[in-house]
């Protein structure tokens, strides 16, 4: 896939180009092109292998490919080569991720954790013994809303469930005012209404933040797919919209070919 993209609604926010990631010889990610438009929701699936949790390591800073670029077009207008940069530089200009396991203060309230997402370069401490502005509420109150635990916000952290333990990390990445979001599995362990509620989280975050979302299971990317990306073997297999990509006769093959056709 080595040509431009065709998609260009919208300015793209990160360009990754000719991007390989090599360990002992193998090709975890191989000459990989890949083009997000600012406020995108993007989901990327691909079978156990394919290379997705190194594509959000290079993206994070966490690896570094062996060559390739990979450049973050700042809103300002700016081009950012994000391959020079430390992981909590890349976290600076706006590029977070959540993980799998939640990283939350189990002891704190909701809505401090929240306050400490808002406020990381003061500390805890600062934090805790910061006194509130109007506006700083404002956006707490608003994350509250959009992650759906207004009614919550006085609870230790610890003592919500395990989808909303994953809504409130997807808020304290909002707090933190981030250009673009990267979440993996975000419906892994969650109930059926869990998951359908995460969807819609994830569906109204669509235009106000950009998204790349790798997930699994196929009905939650039916539901929350927009533009799909489907890797295999380090590179891009195919790009297009849930119905091309699940009718697509290489990616039912490479990526569906270990289950059955009514599955899908
Ligand atoms: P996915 O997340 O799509 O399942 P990964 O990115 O985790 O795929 O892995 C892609 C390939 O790279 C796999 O074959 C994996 O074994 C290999 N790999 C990933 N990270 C490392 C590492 N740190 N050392 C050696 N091999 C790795
Ligand atoms: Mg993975």
Redesign the pocket.
């Known amino acids: 896939m080595n040509k431009p993209p065709v998609f260009r609604d919208t300015p793209f926010i990160l360009s990754v180009e000719g991007v390989t990631k090599s360990?002992?010889g193998?090709k975890?990610?191989n000459d990989l092109n890949f083009y997000l438009e600012e406020g995108e929701l993007r989901t990327v699936i691909?079978?156990?292998?394919?290379?997705?949790?190194?594509?959000?390591?290079i993206l994070t800073g966490k690896?570094n490919p062996d060559v390739g670029t990979v450049t973050f077009h700042r809103p300002d207008g700016h081009d950012v080569d994000l391959i020079k940069l430390k992981e909590y530089q890349i976290n600076r200009l706006g590029i977070g991720r959540k993980f799998q396991t939640p990283s939350i203060y189990a002891s704190h309230t909701v809505y401090d954790n929240l306050l400490l997402s808002l406020n990381r370069a003061r500390g805890i401490l600062g934090t805790l013994f910061y006194k509130l502005n109007s506006e700083d509420e404002d956006k707490i109150n608003e994350v509250l809303k959009i992650i759906n635990l207004t009614t919550s916000k006085s609870r230790p952290a610890g003592l919500l469930s395990h989808g909303q333990m994953q809504w409130l990390e997807i808020g304290m990445l909002l707090a933190q005012e981030l250009k673009i979001l990267l979440i993996d599995e975000p419906a892994a362990g969650m109930s059926d209404e869990e998951t359908v509620k995460t969807g819609e989280l994830l569906l109204s975050l669509e235009g106000k933040h950009t998204l790349i979302v790798?997930e699994h299971d196929m009905e939650f990317i039916r539901q929350i797919a927009r533009r799909v990306t489907v890797?295999h073997q380090?590179s891009v297999l195919k790009e297009g919209s849930f119905e091309n990509v699940k009718a697509d006769p290489e990616v039912i093959e490479v990526y569906l070919g270990r289950q059955t056709r009514a599955e899908i």
């Open positions: 360990f002992d193998f975890a990610i691909g079978p156990n292998g394919a290379g997705k949790s190194t594509f959000m390591d690896t790798i890797l380090g």
